[in-house]
């Protein structure tokens, strides 16, 4: 499996650096996204969802947060860099040495109670229905996809979150593996975002020491 995440997040980044659509200059969208003032609901949505992708992958990652390659840098670069951060830690943590536990979670105890919170997991979750209805009602799929044909930004987001919602499958199975989870439940994980908060908040446990 680890040749396979490797194989995908290096054509992830040379479809990025080669044939996403080439803007010949600025990129018409990547200013009014990146400083919220977009009119179109479906680009907000999707560039929203990009953002809670990265906390939902943290409270799943963060809690257990055990193995010889730390978690929380790649976390922390999802923020920025969606699954080209998060695949290399799937990489290093299929097989090998890295995959090797610790007797310790290195996580913060109190960061380890926001990330276990049940509180967390229903705020970001009614977050995440709000704005997916929010692009889902207000949207258009005309200019979405005029945006994605004519924008590397757009472009690369969209294939961003198809990636991150697949990973989020392989990362539910890696997990199940301790949670024991019925070995179907990795596949709530094609429900973007959602399947994995619901994942997490299922598999929830008090904080240890």
């Known amino acids: 499996m680890r040749y ?12 990025a650096l080669f044939f996403t659509p080439d803007t010949g200059g600025a990129d018409p969208y990547l200013r009014s996204l990146l400083t919220l003032q977009s009119k179109e609901p479906s680009l907000m949505a999707m560039f929203s969802l990009l953002g809670l992708y990265p906390l939902s992958y943290a409270c799943l990652l963060l809690r257990g947060d055990d193995r ?5 840098p790649f976390v922390l670069g999802s923020f920025a860099l969606g699954a080209f951060a998060l695949l290399p830690y ?5 097989s090998g040495r890295w995959a090797e536990h610790r007797p310790r979670i290195r996580t913060a105890r109190s960061i380890r109670g926001s990330v276990e919170g049940a509180a967390t997991h229903w705020i970001l979750l009614l977050i995440t229905v709000g704005v997916i209805a929010y692009g889902w009602i207000g949207g258009h ?7 994605f044909n004519s924008s590397s930004f757009v472009h690369t987001m969209t294939i961003d ?12 199975h890696q997990d199940q593996r301790v ?3 019925p070995a179907g439940i990795m596949w709530i994980g094609l429900i973007p975002v959602i399947g994995l908060l619901l994942y997490v908040w299922r598999t929830r446990e008090p904080v240890r020491s």
């Open 161 to 172: 979150f198809v990636v991150l919602t697949l990973l989020s499958v392989y990362a539910i």
């Open 141 to 147: 799929s005309v200019a979405y996809a005029q945006a």
């Open 90 to 94: 799937f990489i290093l943590t299929a």
């Open 68 to 72: 010889r390659v730390p978690a929380w």
């Open 4 to 15: 396979i995440l490797l194989v995908i997040w290096l054509a992830f980044i040379g479809y």
């Open 179 to 181: 949670t024991r989870q």
